[in-house]
Each structure stands twice: as structure tokens, then as C-alpha cells.
């Protein structure tokens, strides 16, 4: 549970403002946390007690600005609270911190290394992703887990998250017609959950696979049936009635 020295009176999150009006100029900032969330929507679709908030205002004190990552996720939060949803995220009212933080460094490098990794470590965040599209001779992917008030980083692609029940990594793959390196969530094996897309075209390849199964069977049944007939032609052309089963 979130826990910080805040003044008496505290604004809801309809009275403050919900974003920074800081403009994206990195499309990537869009598509990567976008891709996140819809595969945890399809993973956990029967589940109420999470949250995906993406270019989101973070607040931790309501007279401290806010800070706005590009994706994070919380845990054991109300999925939806009224048909409104979530203008930003007050942490007092919400009473738990993100688990995890997403940001994509744009053409513009806004702290991910400096003053907004401080910031989370301040608040607690436990798993905070750096994703650079525009590095090519270091990982692109950094990983940090929050130890002993510090994030260290983490080596492995993925890297499991228990507290989570997922991993997180990235890999080459085709998604919104573009083929390049995506962030993605796998499983404890390393394997890659499909997005909504790969799944619907699986489902779509396995219902017409069984519809031709179906066919071929319609086909071979109809092939028994002829062929009886003709034997139970031939028999009364010999004068011997056919038994029925």
C-alpha cells in the first residue's frame, strides 16, 4: 500500500489535470504500451483487479507535478470504477503504487535515465522498463527491478516477473502491418503469448480446418451410402432381399 506524508486535503483525480500536454513525437510511444495492454485485455479478460494506463498522469502528491509514463500497470486495483474511467491515477486514492512502468525514449530523451528512474525508485515501482528504438550497438530493452531502494538491471530477454504471474521481452514480429522488434509478455516457458490478431487468425485456421474435416467426413459418409446402395442393388438383381440393420 502506497504510504506518504500528504497535506489534508486531497483532490480527486477529476480535479486535476489528467495529462501533461506534452505531445508524443515517437509513434512507438503509442503502439508499444497499445500492443501491452490488448494482449494483457485477452490474457486476463475474466479478471476486474488490474490496470493498464497508458500516457497517464501519475500522481503521488497533489502539489508536486504529476509524472506521466507511457504505460504502467498496477495490481490489485478496480479495473473499472464508474463509466467515466480514470482521468489520472492518484496514488491516495488508489492506495497502490504501479508494479511496473513503461517508458519509450523519444527523439527527445525526457530523464527515462535520470530524474524519472529516481522518481519510481521514490515511489516504489517495482519492474521499470526503458525501451530505446534508437540504439544500435546496446540493447534497446533495459529491465530494472527495484532492490534495496535501487534498480538494478536485468539481463535476461524475457524476464519473468513473478510478483506479476508474467514475463516481459521483445522480439522481432509483424503487428499493425509493420514488421520490427515488439515488447511482449510470455509465459514462465519463454513463450510468447499471441496477440489479439494472432489469435483470432488461429481460430479462424482452426475452425476452417475444421470445417473441412467436417466436409471430408460429410464426403466419406456419402461415399458409404452410395456404396451400400449399389451392393444392395446387386443382391436383389440376384434375388436375395438386403438385411437392414
Same mark, same amino acid.
Do not use: H
Given at each position: ?48 483487479? /488490474? !490496470? !493498464? ?18 504505460? !504502467? ?7 473499472? !470504477? ?9 496514488? /491516495? ?9 513503461? @517508458? ?55 524476464? /519473468?516477473?513473478? @510478483? ?16 520490427? @522488434? /515488439? ?63
Amino acid at each position: 500500500m502506497y504510504q506518504y506524508e500528504l497535506p489534508r486535503y486531497l483532490p480527486t483525480a477529476d480535479e486535476l489535470p489528467c495529462s501533461d500536454d506534452t505531445p508524443v513525437d515517437n509513434e512507438l510511444q503509442e503502439l508499444i504500451p497499445s500492443l501491452l495492454k490488448s494482449i494483457l485485455r485477452m490474457l486476463w479478460e475474466e479478471r476486474m483487479d /488490474w !490496470f !493498464f494506463g497508458i500516457d497517464m498522469a501519475i500522481y503521488s502528491d497533489p502539489e508536486r507535478p504529476p509524472i506521466v509514463p507511457d504505460g !504502467f500497470l498496477s495490481l490489485n486495483v478496480e479495473r473499472v !470504477f464508474d463509466e467515466n474511467l480514470r482521468l489520472s491515477y492518484t496514488l /491516495w486514492e488508489e492506495e497502490v503504487t504501479p508494479i511496473l512502468v513503461l @517508458e519509450v525514449v523519444s527523439t527527445k530523451p525526457g530523464g527515462e535515465y535520470t530524474t524519472k528512474l529516481q522518481e519510481y525508485a521514490r515511489l516504489g515501482v517495482l519492474y521499470y522498463i526503458i525501451y530505446n528504438p534508437k540504439r544500435r550497438r546496446k540493447a534497446r530493452l533495459e529491465i530494472y527491478q527495484l532492490q534495496n531502494g535501487s534498480y538494478q538491471l536485468q539481463t535476461a530477454n524475457p524476464l /519473468w516477473m513473478p @510478483e506479476i504471474g508474467l514475463g516481459i521481452g521483445c522480439e522481432p514480429a509483424n503487428y499493425d502491418g509493420l514488421t520490427r @522488434e /515488439w515488447l511482449y509478455w510470455y509465459d514462465e516457458n519463454d513463450r510468447r503469448y499471441p496477440t489479439p490478431y494472432e489469435r483470432a487468425k488461429t481460430e479462424s485456421q482452426r475452425a476452417e480446418l475444421e470445417s473441412q474435416r467436417a466436409e471430408l467426413e460429410s464426403q466419406r459418409a456419402n461415399l458409404e451410402s452410395q456404396r451400400a446402395d449399389r451392393l444392395a442393388a446387386q443382391l436383389r438383381a440376384l434375388g436375395i432381399e438386403p438385411e437392414v440393420s
